[in-house]
């Protein structure tokens, strides 16, 4: 669709063109005004590289909608947050006349990201150079479990640094297990109410230090309505006891299968999407097939292998056959229709329409029409056959919607 | 004899707020409708019977502020009924369609009957299944926990701790509009923790969330007993971590459940089978062929040539599957109870939407499960993570680590090359919000309902289901086109405010389209 639209706005000049001469003998309209707002084709390409040359036609646009997100704020904020305990990601909300400004300034004609660790401060681990029209990064950096902040400038004419924008600090998550195994255990009843004990905690101790500490140095200042919080002694706890809960559940287990429930229903999801499309594609060739599913093409699937198994399509030469019946007729809205042993239900205006599935056999089918006062009945008797002979591989599957009722005049 | 160890089964029920008046018929509204059908409604059904057998039992459920809003929306309530009404009129019409083809006619009654039974339950529940499920937590059988208001991943508000608070008090001022009290639990979002939510957490009285397993197992100092009991952090909420073995035996691709064979097939749906023209005016987007709902085939077989559903097979294989499931929970209890000094515990979070939507004989697993972990053993039993608490005050101290339940373990899925685009604009936007409200701290009525308007926009944006679907590619469109538009309303209701020009007409028509949390208190994005 969208090409579809590229086409008509790119040849939309060509049109302008062929029919100016007839116009311009009555308006005299300058020739610009004839002219779409897409770009002129670009020069045919020629050499060696031809053959991966756009071809000469104007960039496919999105349809205009009103309005857009803007491109930038130019608060000149410097965003910096952690992903993952090694890629930071860093945004500078510049605009685009911002950008050329400072660019201009920088003697490498862009600016530089500096990323350190704690503060601003030495020398940065990290230095990027990122292109002129960048607004943002994902940074490798070492050390998990790191206090992370980065800053942004460019280095002038005499290589001297200037900056621009620092951001607050962001932490990356911690990717091994502490070394520090000692054990601290507290009390804190479920029905006491957390907002009344933090009101105790806080007219106690001015500090700004956290709950259970506050309550174990409260306990030993002698306060007694508090919770009562106790230290298990270490010793019914030893090395055995933790190798033993290690071989339960390990970071080497978690890490071999990081499952992320949604996220792997999907991409398996969409994986399916993608084999079924291709799957029915081969198979059925039929015009709405195009329409089962719009299928980005640039995700990566390979990695990811569906648990509910997969279809397999062997490329041979297919063959589909079927047939379904459709019985329609119409009587009084009010009337009762009976199609087999069951009754049907009426449409409105008294018509009926029901699709019927043929598979080989010998069929009957009693029709009854009665009146509403039941004084009335109609009946027909409907007699189908179907037989097929298969030689090779003929498969049932879903068919051309084209197919009509079996009838003589629509088989001709 | 008292039980070796519990095991708390917690379902997490989110879909992100869609709502389209302005349409007849809107695609992605069909999100809700397939759940209600598929999971929310076969849930309820499920619990009544367990409450009409008078069994023990014991979930766990967040029903997420947006769900809930539109659970409760009269709008999509109406139009949830005539979508099940349309596909009662379909199961109908495939009884006549298969009339001669006995192997498909009984899966066509099995739908009809099961379409017309949920329509009786929702209507029986007056089109409440949130109330349907505030009866179970009010007859102590289930816990009912909130996640963050619009479901955004916490830790990538850092920036903002007023964009987190709000998150976090609204919702859970929604839930208590929605069930009468106070959580006492919450799902973070995508289990997505960092420590700068607890402050948040403290003040709305929430005292306990759950992580991921890698959170819990990297806390400083290391935890005693890994997953297998709750820690307190230093702030004194405590943090349940997720079992690792009974998520990868629903979820592994070599063992995982729902691959079995006998098991209904997702994606061969008449939606796609049959004549478009047929099926056309049962489709939530009549120009496109999508699902229905009704599926006759079974995930057997290679290729398109699948085997047709044979649903007593497949309630066998659930069967199976439940029994297998409690077995080596039984043997894992029994394992760490001979390590542990205390009572272990298994905490086994899943998505709700995968019991019934992924996995069509999922309620039926989880029915088979709880009933026989109800009957038929005595090593375990069902807890919710509040009762453990109340059960077992005393946990070890220590700090969990930053995480998520997403790929690779923290926020790549939400911020990545796909949707990092986002996170300019709403930080901006989580910065604008903190200024309007230093700005008007006595508002007239319509500025009232203008900054109003514009907190319910940001929440909107914030939500984490529009990074994730640009991830996932599933509806790439959509995601981009909401992010747009909430973050072009808050900066047009932005402008209006500073500019002191609101338009009435304009915000009203804003409100009735984006009409979730009526009562949204402003005020928690003080600065």
């Not at chain 1, 059925?284 to 399509?313: C, D, H, M, T, Y």
């Not at chain 1, 056959?321 to 205006?349: F, M, S």
């Not at chain 2, 289901?465 to 995601?479: E, K, L, N």
């Amino acid at each position: 669709m969208k090409v579809e639209r590229a086409k008509k706005a790119a040849s939309k000049p060509e049109r302008a063109q062929r029919d100016a001469p007839t116009k311009a003998k009555k308006l005299d309209v300058p020739p610009i005004l004839l002219e779409g707002d897409a770009p002129s084709a670009p020069p045919p390409a020629s050499g060696p590289g031809e053959r991966y040359a756009q071809p000469a036609k104007a960039p496919i646009k999105e349809p205009s909608r009103a309005p857009e997100l803007p491109q930038a704020y130019g608060t000149g904020r410097l965003l910096l947050a952690a992903r993952d305990p090694h890629w930071l990601y860093a945004h500078w909300d510049f605009t685009r006349d911002q950008l050329k400004t400072y660019n201009a300034r920088s003697a490498d004609g862009h600016l530089v990201l500096r990323v350190y660790k704690d503060a601003v401060t030495g020398q940065p681990c990290n230095e990027v150079h990122v292109h002129p029209e960048s607004v943002n990064w994902f940074v490798n950096v070492a050390d998990a479990g790191a206090r992370y902040l980065a800053e942004l400038g460019f280095y002038d004419s005499t290589s001297k640094w200037s900056s621009i924008s620092s951001s607050g600090a962001t932490i990356t998550p911690p990717d091994s297990l502490s070394e520090d195994t000692s054990a601290w255990f507290a009390t804190l009843p479920a029905d006491l109410q957390l907002s009344e004990l933090m009101r105790v905690v806080k007219s106690a101790i001015n500090e700004n230090i956290p709950l259970m500490e506050a309550l174990q140095q409260l306990r030993a200042m002698g306060y007694k309505q508090l919770p009562d919080t106790h230290a298990v002694s270490s010793g019914q706890w030893s090395e055995e006891h933790e190798r033993a809960l290690a071989s339960l559940i390990n970071m080497d287990t978690v890490r071999r299968v990081w499952i992320g429930s949604i996220e792997i229903t999907e991409l398996i999801r969409r994986k399916w999407q993608q084999e079924l499309f291709s799957a029915a594609a081969a198979e059925f060739s039929k015009p709405w097939s195009g329409q089962l599913f719009e299928l980005p093409s640039s995700i990566g699937l390979g990695s990811v292998s569906s648990p509910f198994g997969a279809l397999e399509r062997e490329k041979k030469f297919w063959f589909n056959i079927n047939a379904e019946l459709i019985v329609y007729g119409a009587t009084e809205p009010n009337a009762t229709v009976r199609i087999g042993d069951r009754q049907i239900k009426l449409r409105p205006d008294g018509s009926f329409s029901y699709r019927f599935a043929l598979p080989d056999g010998k069929y009957d089918l009693p029709a009854t029409a009665t009146s509403a006062d039941g004084t009335d009945q109609r009946q027909a008797a409907l007699t189908f056959s179907r037989k097929t002979d298969f030689r090779g591989d003929v498969q049932h599957h879903p068919q051309d919607p084209n197919l009509r009722v079996p009838s003589p005049q629509n088989v001709a | 004899m008292p039980a070796q160890g519990y095991l708390a089964l917690i379902l997490h029920a989110h879909l992100p707020f869609v709502r389209h008046p302005e349409h007849a018929k809107f695609l992605e509204e069909n999100w809700l409708f397939e759940a209600i059908t598929e999971c929310y409604l076969p849930l309820v059904q499920i619990m009544d019977g367990w409450v009409r057998d008078g069994m023990d039992t014991r979930l766990t459920l967040t029903l997420s502020p947006t769900l809930c809003s539109m659970l409760l929306d009269p709008l999509l309530q109406s139009r949830y009924e005539s979508h099940l009404n349309g596909l009662i009129e379909l199961s109908e019409r495939e009884i006549h369609r298969t009339y001669w083809d006995k192997n498909y006619q009984p899966l066509a009654w099995v739908y009809h009957h099961r379409f017309n039974s949920l329509r009786d339950t929702y209507r029986s529940y007056g089109r409440n299944i949130v109330g349907a499920f505030r009866k179970f937590q009010e007859a102590g059988k289930l816990e009912i926990i909130t996640t963050a208001a619009t479901h955004a991943v916490l830790p990538l508000l850092a920036e903002h701790p007023a964009s987190i608070r709000a998150q976090i008090l609204v919702a859970r001022d929604h839930y208590h509009a929605c069930f009468g009290t106070d959580p006492h639990g919450i799902w973070l979002p995508e289990c997505a923790y960092t420590p700068q939510i607890e402050p948040f957490l403290q003040e709305a009285g929430i005292r306990w969330f759950l992580i991921d397993t890698h959170g819990v197992l990297l806390a400083r100092p290391r935890p005693r007993y890994g997953v297998f009991a709750p820690i307190f952090t230093p702030n004194g909420l405590a943090a349940f971590g997720r079992d690792f073995d009974s998520a990868t035996q629903v979820w592994s691709k070599q063992q995982g459940y729902p691959g079995d064979p006998r098991y209904r097939d997702f994606y061969r749906d008449i939606g796609f089978d049959l004549d478009f023209d047929y099926v056309k005016p049962y489709l939530p987007d009549p120009q496109t062929r999508s699902f229905t709902g009704i599926k006759y085939h079974s995930i057997s077989g290679k290729g398109a040539d699948k085997n047709i559903y044979d649903r007593q097979a497949a309630l066998q294989a659930a069967a199976d599957h439940a029994g297998h499931f409690l077995s080596a929970r039984m043997t894992q209890i029994q394992s760490l109870s001979n390590i542990m000094d205390r009572p272990p515990l298994l905490v086994s979070p899943y998505d709700a939407e995968l019991y019934g939507h992924w996995w069509y004989e999922g309620p039926e697993f989880l029915d088979y499960f709880v009933r026989k972990t109800v009957y038929d053993q005595n090593v375990l039993r069902l807890t919710t993570p509040w009762e453990f608490l109340r059960r077992s005050p005393t946990q070890q101290v220590a700090s969990p680590s930053p995480s998520s339940w997403g790929e690779e373990g923290y926020w790549k899925v939400w911020l990545n090359e796909n949707n990092q685009w986002i996170y300019p604009h709403l930080d901006v936007a989580a910065a604008r919000m903190q200024e309007l409200v230093a700005a008007f701290p006595k508002p007239a009525p319509l500025t009232e309902r203008a900054l109003k308007q514009a907190a319910r926009e940001l929440l909107l944006a914030q939500s984490s289901d529009w990074p994730f679907i640009m991830r996932t590619g599933t509806s790439p469109d959509y995601a981009r086109q909401r992010i747009q538009d909430h973050i072009l309303r808050f900066t047009q209701l932005y402008d209006q405010l500073k500019s002191g020009h609101i338009q009435e007409p304009i915000l009203a028509a804003i409100e009735s389209s984006d009409n979730i949390f009526p009562d949204i208190n402003y005020r928690y994005w003080s600065p």
